[in-house]
């Protein structure tokens, strides 16, 4: 069974960067058919794409949000992680990560984090 | 692509039927998925290609539609189905766009 798991700090002082880490256990994160997501939700809202990688490091980004983004992947151990820099209240939310079928939809996802931005 | 679900909000009794809908702002033919969300907890994936069911789903959800105009409909509503209903929108992946869900409350 597929598992994701996000792990990182759950306050984060404005100006500063948010960083996030996904471990993905029960399969491999080097599938060549997927590529692996970030996505957030903020309190009572809907959810925002904000990105995505494969095992090769191909990225995407939303384009709202890249140019303070960055997700990277770590093969040798199964994880995925995300950094947002310049992090305001607007940042505040809920965020996940999850398993992108390329071309297609989210079919696995972590239990989410919830970060948020405050002095 | 902008999402549109309707309604807000959808007030239903265990039993009944339920009919959610999804717009989207342009075509994305059938690149369409619908999500079921509990208090607390992450998306589960429902529906795929507008209307395949994902592994494990029961057979009262069903998706229809395409284009613009889709529908996810639980044909007779369990304890179990109460909950928040998100359409996604993957016709210029990985750019995927969500609505804003439908909540279906009791």
């Known amino acids: 069974q597929l598992l994701l798991q996000e792990s990182g700090p759950g306050l984060v002082k404005p100006s500063e960067t948010l960083s996030l880490t996904c471990t993905v256990s029960g399969g491999s994160i080097s599938s060549r058919s997927y590529f692996w997501g970030w996505i957030r939700q903020p309190p009572g809202k809907g959810l925002e794409w904000i990105g995505s990688i494969n095992y090769s490091g191909t990225i995407y980004y939303n384009p709202s949000l890249q140019t303070r983004v960055t997700i990277s992947v770590d093969t040798s151990n199964n994880q995925f992680s995300l950094r947002l820099s310049s992090v305001t209240a607007a940042d505040t939310a809920m965020y996940y990560c999850?398993?992108?079928?390329?071309?297609?939809?989210?079919?696995?996802w972590g239990q989410g984090t919830l970060v948020t931005v405050s002095s | 692509v902008m999402m549109t679900q309707s309604p807000a909000t959808l007030s239903l009794s265990p039993g009944e039927r339920a009919t959610l809908s999804c717009r989207a702002s342009q075509s994305v033919s059938s690149n369409l998925a619908w999500y079921q969300q509990k208090p607390g907890q992450a998306p589960r994936l429902l529906i795929y290609?507008?209307?395949t069911r994902a592994t494990g789903i029961p057979a009262r959800f069903s998706g229809s539609g395409s284009g613009t105009e889709f529908t996810l409909t639980i044909s007779s509503l369990q304890s179990e189905d109460f909950a928040v209903y998100h359409c996604q929108q993957y016709n210029d992946w990985p750019s995927g766009t969500f609505g804003q869900g439908t909540k279906v409350e009791i």
């Open positions: 999850a398993r992108d079928a390329t071309y297609s939809s989210m079919d696995n």
């Open positions: 290609g507008a209307s």
